[in-house]
């Protein structure tokens, strides 16, 4: 109970989130409640939505370019074409020449230009079937945290409805023990008990008290793991409307994968098409493209006019040599493949492995809730006895208060019975990746 104490602990400081509100809740009520508020599925919503923002992005890929460009150019020297007339004028000697500026030391310009890759042989639509697969995987890794969260939930409640039983049956027994000690203590003053007697009143009453304490100090650990993990402000009362023995057992089919399988099998997608993409990028593209805008001056030759200039064509390109990049991209997805299909085939077997732990576990505590209940009844036939032979003079203090001790162990056994076989469904549920498993309310 130690163990499980300190696990419920440890994964309530790893969950931590501040709130407010106090709530009188159901376990799966407070497992609602923390899967609508806790902050490391408020994370995993939002890399869901950027996964699902490169996906669109990726998709781009499949529309037309269009951009806009201006450029001002001042240059020198400007280009001169000299003429020979071969006329000689009257009163030269030379012939005719003439010299003129081609062009201007001033180019303007302001364009648009539209594109469209017509082919690239799949390399787009392998990119964008690469960041779909991611997309999943997102939402199989949102999947894994809120089963995380949610069986932080079921373990720290059951803690809390363990203590409460605890301190139930202690109160109790140390009601009764606490009347027989004062019996015991009149007895002695009037000579009809012994010192032995009185002692041994005395350190049951002592035992009991220090174990209800221990049982609420545990309580008040695991009621702030749950407050933590539900968002309640420190030191709000948590009241819980089902007690150990009121839990109904929920049977749930195992999925088809995990979450967590889920996500590997998304990831090996993504990179099986990330390595498509990447041989595909081999070949070349064909792009079409047309621009259109206005030009001073229009043509090279015109030093003086600017107007509407345009251009359309068929662009081919290939890269038929990278440097060995490729290459050396392809080697490393393939290592990667192999890695996740390796984390595939281990979490099958962890999941397989943990269930069959929590199944064991589940039927080993039922057969000690069946073994508790059967000596629960018997303690109380013995007591019966043992109090009607004091009663009649033929039992001692002692017997009954033997008898009394194994009436409340037995009754401790059955909570504990209780607790285990709780704990082993939330086991369960957790290997299957399970965090709902009905539909429940928020408790608002």
Known sequence: MTMRAGRIALIGALLLAPGAGAETLSIDQAVARALGRHPALAAAGHAEDAARARTRQARTAWLPRVSVEGAYRYQGPVPELSIDTGITL?????????????????????????????????????????????????????????????????????????????????????????????????????????KVGVAAARSRVAELESRLVAARQGRERGAETLRLLLG??????????????????????????????????????????????????????????????????????????????????????????????????????????????????????????RLADAEAALRTARASGEAATAQVEAARVYLDAARGGQEAGTATTLEVQAAEEALEQAQLAEIKASFDAAVAQAERLRALGVARVRAEESGR
């Open 232 to 353: 309640l402000s420190p030191g709000e009362p948590v009241v819980l409307s089902e007690r150990l023995g009121e839990l109904v057992p929920v049977e749930v089919a195992a999925p088809e994968t995990t979450p967590v399988e889920a996500r590997l099998d998304a990831s090996q997608q993504a990179l099986e098409r990330q390595q498509q993409a990447v041989r595909r990028s081999a070949l070349p593209t064909v792009d079409l493209y047309a621009t259109g805008g206005y030009q001073y001056p229009r043509t090279f030759v015109e030093t003086d006019r600017a107007g509407f200039v345009w251009a359309a064509g068929v662009k081919l390109s290939w890269e038929a040599f990278d440097g060995g990049l490729r290459a050396r991209q392809r080697d490393e997805l393939d290592a990667r493949i192999a890695e996740v299909g390796s984390l595939r085939e281990a979490a099958g077997e962890d999941t397989r492995r």
């Open 90 to 194: 009257p009163g030269t000697s030379e012939p005719v020449s003439i010299t003129r500026e081609i062009g201007t030391a001033h180019v303007a310009s302001a364009s648009v230009t539209a594109g469209w890759r017509a082919l690239d042989f799949g390399a787009r639509a392998a990119r964008v079937e690469a960041a779909a697969a991611m997309e999943r995987a997102a939402a199989a890794d949102g999947a894994e945290r809120q089963a995380e969260v949610a069986q932080a939930v079921r373990l720290a409640y059951l803690g809390v409805a363990l203590q409460d039983e605890v301190a139930r049956v202690t109160e109790g027994a140390l009601a009764v023990a606490r009347d027989a000690r004062d019996r015991a203590q009149s007895g002695l003053a009037a000579g009809l008990a012994s």
